[in-house]
């Protein structure tokens, strides 16, 4: 769908509710199914009143004064698209945007170094959750993706991605049959720590009539899942060989944490007793007979250090195409340092507070749980100015290296843990004619790319300062 | 869309990809549109290099070899709905689970409360998105809704709803755009604290023949949005009563943070400090010769005390439908408190660590601005599991009081920014048989309700142990 089509129907939307909506089916037709007052989660303590105004509200929820709610019409999702060539300074915001070119000076920089380590590079999708993304990776030499969910995979296999690597355990009757389904269509693999998951994974590839790679999850380190026994990974060995349809492919040993510890040194020691885990299980598991072709893990943080300990014979980065707040916080000192190309461009749209200004995107536009977005100016993080506090739809930006509350308003604490802030304070005498005046656009560096990506339909895609397109983040909310 | 047809839609899917994704255009189709290779936000200092393997990744990427990708095809993101009267304990995770007779409670409740005060609500739909659930407040006696951003109010105007309220300020040609033209529809209003936006209203509803009603945006001690001062208010009230197409209906005198200061003491204090000033404002107003009818404004951790303090004619509380865990750390004395209904359903999929489990509900699952989620059991927070740390796509379970490092695995550092940690450690010594074993369901009460929805695209809601329904979370993302 082109950005003009989104347009159109954006306005006809606009003019016509009740006609757009009217050929969707009612998502409330079943609502007064059930008429059970008992509550599943709730307290027995606290019995349901039984009052004709609460056994009544489904009956007028449902009833004819409200037209029928159309199930996510996609028409609304891509209202404000914007058209090809648009200038970048007038996107509408928030908006999720990638410095094309900036992404695939990463996207060669690492699969480069990867190539000339002697290692196969599978980016990682759950970075980014955008077919058009992996595609690039895949032009320049990647062997395939990972993605960290099977409901993730679908955008993928649909986009005709043809080798997708789950990093993860898949537990559920309805996902695992998915897995299979998905294993009949292209080469798919899966990470397994307990026999349960074996289990299921054999009888859903034999309805399936399927074959499903699988890999031995070790703990290195990060003590979240994996197993950390030879003992265990040759149990678990001997359980896949025992079905035909499961292939052993190798181990996976990947450490989370690693990738985030500042000091070089540490990352790189870190990944070499990783290296060390993972090398010695690989032995231990060929050593009983059993295929480890495959040592798979590592991540943008630890490349580097992988590549150099000689044990994986595949990555699985992901963050390298954009880089985020958190990953340029990093100390790095080797030749594979990566570029910020993904920004959250927003709007300045209140200047009424003194000593600041509010920007338009706040904790929906962006996730803070790896810290608050840098503020980006001339290809850089700015020196004037930080984003210094969060709410849903806002975000309070102030100069940098304020020291002072503000001289306006009352003497109420302004932190709460509703909104999330930074340590800087407000100024007491700014100048405010050093802070962007309303309806500028700021640019922001997200602090962690991978949930960013995860709240937004789609990526505009940037230029020589023009949007080149705009590509669907397919895999936004796939999480099962 | 019934749940059935998705199911449907899901098979399909997985066995056909090409076929399903065949009808679509190319989203990439215009990614080679601009051959500049200038980054638009990159350093000067580092030029884009001019290899051949960069000047034809765009070609590459629009290769033969995959076929298009289809633009968020709606049913993909409703492959794993569940189907009415499927048991709750089957719900396929991640899942956002609204226990429906508790909520109903909640709206009744604070309906009953706003009604006996001689106050109109107009509950924020910015804390569900969800157009199902503003039809059960509108039918208990809400007098319309409160939205955030323009777009947010899109669906709710295609759901039949009437009367909303922009509780914000709107910066960007193409949202007032919208604004007006939704005006046209039904009855809207918008937040202003500068002249300027107040222009660009003027002119907008003047091209899409609309009336749209105007509130000053009034700073009452939060210090994000609003003017400071009568002279500011009575200087944007001349301009605003100059459009006779814009209504000036009164006063906005929001506090947010003033929702999340756990003492009520406190919270009394400053919600008579806010209503002093929106008191004294109205009046100054009304003084000047310019009408003010509406003071809008309050919360759900405000709300018994704004009713008090007899300023506020008009409520815009949420999260009082669901709670949350940090509303839920607030004290609260008065009548006016609330039941948990809002749950992330998530499932155990890996044991192999000892001293712990992990779930499949991680960051891209909740918001944890505001602090992890509690586990939620017999109607309850959990007194024997806490949820200790989170990353994209895992959450690591363990018991609760757990004081020491896990006896497994190595001895690097299991913290990091790229995961979010609680203060809890891990065991030395747990009796893993009180943890749940692979597959159980667990239930999370999110740490904050707003931004948790806007990760949704449906809502399963339960009765007794039963799906009754499913709701689109049909403004999720609508974030401009």
Redesign the interface.
């Known amino acids: 769908?082109?950005s003009t089509t989104a347009s159109s129907a954006?306005?006809e939307?606009?003019?016509s509710?009740?006609s757009?909506?009217s050929s969707?089916?009612s998502?409330?037709s079943?609502?007064s199914?059930?008429s059970?007052?008992?509550?599943?989660?709730?307290?027995?303590?606290?019995p349901?009143?039984a009052?004709s105004?609460?056994s009544s509200?489904?009956a007028?929820?449902s009833?004819t004064?409200?037209?029928?709610?159309?199930?996510?019409?996609?028409h609304?999702?891509?209202?404000?698209a914007p058209e090809?060539?648009t200038a970048?300074a007038a996107i509408?915001?928030?908006?999720l945007?990638l410095?094309?070119?900036?992404a695939?000076?990463n996207?060669?920089r690492m699969q480069r170094a990867t190539s000339a380590a002697g290692v196969k590079l599978r980016p990682h999708a759950?970075a980014h959750k955008c077919?058009?993304i992996s595609?690039?990776q895949l032009?320049?030499g990647a062997v395939g993706i990972c993605c960290?969910?099977v409901?993730e995979a679908?955008?993928f296999?649909?986009?005709?991605?043809r080798d997708i690597h789950i990093s993860?355990?898949?537990?559920?009757a309805?996902?695992v049959r998915?897995l299979a389904?998905?294993a009949?269509?292209v080469r798919m693999s899966v990470c397994v720590?307990?026999p349960?998951?074996i289990d299921a994974l054999a009888v859903a590839t034999v309805v399936a009539g399927s074959t499903l790679g699988v890999f031995i999850?070790i703990?290195?380190?990060?003590?979240?899942?994996?197993?950390?026994t030879l003992e265990?990974a040759v149990a678990l060995a001997k359980l896949i060989v025992a079905h035909p349809q499961l292939e052993l492919r190798g181990i996976q040993a990947y450490?989370?944490?690693?990738?985030?510890?500042r000091s070089p040194e540490e990352r790189n020691r870190?990944a070499g007793?990783a290296a060390k885990?993972a090398g010695e299980m690989a032995q231990g598991l060929r050593a009983a007979g059993f295929p480890c072709d495959t040592i798979t893990g590592g991540g943008t943080g630890s490349a580097e250090f992988d590549f150099a300990h000689g044990v994986y014979t595949e990555i699985q980065a992901g963050s390298y195409v954009f880089m985020d707040a958190?990953y340029a916080?990093n100390i790095y000192t080797g030749e594979l340092t990566f570029?910020?190309?993904l920004?959250i461009a927003s709007?300045?749209?209140?200047?009424?507070?003194q000593g600041?200004v509010?920007v338009?995107?706040g904790?929906?536009?962006m996730?803070?749980?790896?810290?608050l977005p840098w503020i980006?100016e001339?290809?850089?993080r700015s020196i004037a100015l930080t984003y210094a506090g969060?709410?849903?739809?806002?975000g309070?930006v102030r100069p940098l290296n304020a020291e002072q509350a503000?001289s306006?308003?009352?003497t109420?604490?302004?932190?709460?843990?509703?909104?999330?802030t930074s340590s800087a304070s407000?100024p007491a005498s700014v100048d405010d004619r050093s802070l962007p005046p309303?309806?500028t656009q700021i640019?922001l560096a997200p602090g962690?790319c991978?949930?960013t990506f995860?709240?937004?339909?789609?990526l505009i895609?940037?230029?020589?300062?023009?949007v080149?397109?705009?590509?669907?983040i397919?895999a936004?909310?796939?999480?099962?």
Not at 76 to 80: A, G, K, P, R
Not at 412 to 420: A, D, F, L, R
Not at 468 to 472: C, H, I, M, N
Not at 476 to 480: I, K, V
Request: proline content about 7%; glycine content about 6%; aromatic content about 2%.
């Open positions: 769908m082109t954006s306005s939307l606009a003019l509710p009740a757009s909506a969707a089916p998502a409330s079943a609502s199914a059930s059970a007052s008992s509550a599943s989660y709730a307290s027995s303590a606290t349901a009143p009052t105004a609460s509200l489904a007028k929820a009833g004064n409200t037209q029928p709610v159309p199930v996510n019409p996609p609304i999702s891509l209202l404000e090809i060539g970048s509408e915001t928030p908006a945007v410095d094309l070119d900036i695939r000076r996207i060669e759950k077919p058009d595609r690039l032009a320049e960290q969910k409901s679908i955008p296999v649909a986009a005709g991605i993860n355990e898949v537990v559920g309805q996902k998915q389904e998905l009949s269509e720590d307990d349960m998951q999850d703990d290195v380190g990060q003590h979240r899942c994996g197993v950390s265990q450490h989370g944490s690693n990738q985030h510890q870190t007793h885990i958190d916080s570029e910020h190309s920004f709007t300045v749209m209140s200047v009424a507070v600041q509010v338009d995107a904790l929906k536009s996730s803070v749980d790896s810290g980006w001339q290809g850089q969060a709410s849903d739809e806002h309070v503000p306006t308003g009352s109420e604490p302004t932190g709460s843990s509703g909104s999330t407000a309303l309806g640019l962690h991978d949930p995860n709240l937004y339909d789609r895609v940037v230029q020589d300062e023009r080149a397109d705009v590509w669907p397919a936004r909310g796939m999480s099962w």
